[in-house]
């Protein structure tokens, strides 16, 4: 791959050493020069068996990644583009996000707030003079 590396968030990047590849033919466009190639890419991750992530960021990966995993193992695929190299970069790239998304802390949780009451108020004015206005509208006294 190239000499770039794929950071994840922080300090930490997928380590070129555990990314396995495999390379197949890749439909759509192409002419000729699809039928010799291997441009579509798949770029798989054994997230249940690595060290270069923090264990926290492991086990919640492991967890929102669940449905993903096949034996602990993820896998990205790419082929929207007509060059191998393209395509690798895509899925380094689409793994990347893929595990920083997963490994992110959760959200903090809401705190619940009061509404001010002048708020309230105004609202519920305004709902009242909408009201009013459609009222008027109701042709129930014209004669």
């Known amino acids: 791959m190239s000499g770039r590396e794929h950071v994840i968030r922080g300090?930490?990047?997928?380590?070129?050493?555990?990314?396995?590849w495999r390379f197949s033919r890749s439909s759509g466009p192409g002419g000729?020069?699809?039928?010799?190639?291997?441009s579509q890419?798949?770029?798989?991750?054994?997230?249940?068996?690595?060290?270069?992530?923090?264990?926290v960021w492991k086990q919640r990966a492991l967890e929102?990644?669940?449905?993903?995993?096949v034996d602990g193992v993820v896998?990205?695929?790419?082929s929207?583009?007509?060059?191998?190299?393209?395509?690798?970069?895509a899925a380094a790239v689409r793994l990347a996000?893929?595990?920083a998304e997963a490994t992110a802390p959760p959200p903090k949780p809401r705190r619940a707030t009061r509404i001010p009451r002048g708020i309230n108020?105004?609202?519920l004015r305004e709902k009242k003079r909408r009201g009013e206005t459609k009222q008027g509208r109701s042709g129930k006294d014209w004669q």
Request: without cysteine.
């Open 41 to 55: 890419v798949e770029l798989r991750f054994d997230l249940a068996a690595t060290d270069a992530l923090p264990e």
């Open 11 to 20: 300090s930490v990047v997928l380590p070129e050493a555990e990314l396995m």
């Open 75 to 78: 896998s990205v695929r790419a």
């Open 97 to 99: 996000a893929l595990l």
């Open 80 to 89: 929207e583009h007509r060059s191998q190299w393209r395509n690798r970069e």
């Open 121 to 123: 108020e105004r609202r």
């Open 32 to 38: 000729q020069h699809v039928n010799t190639s291997d």
């Open 64 to 69: 929102r990644l669940a449905s993903r995993l």
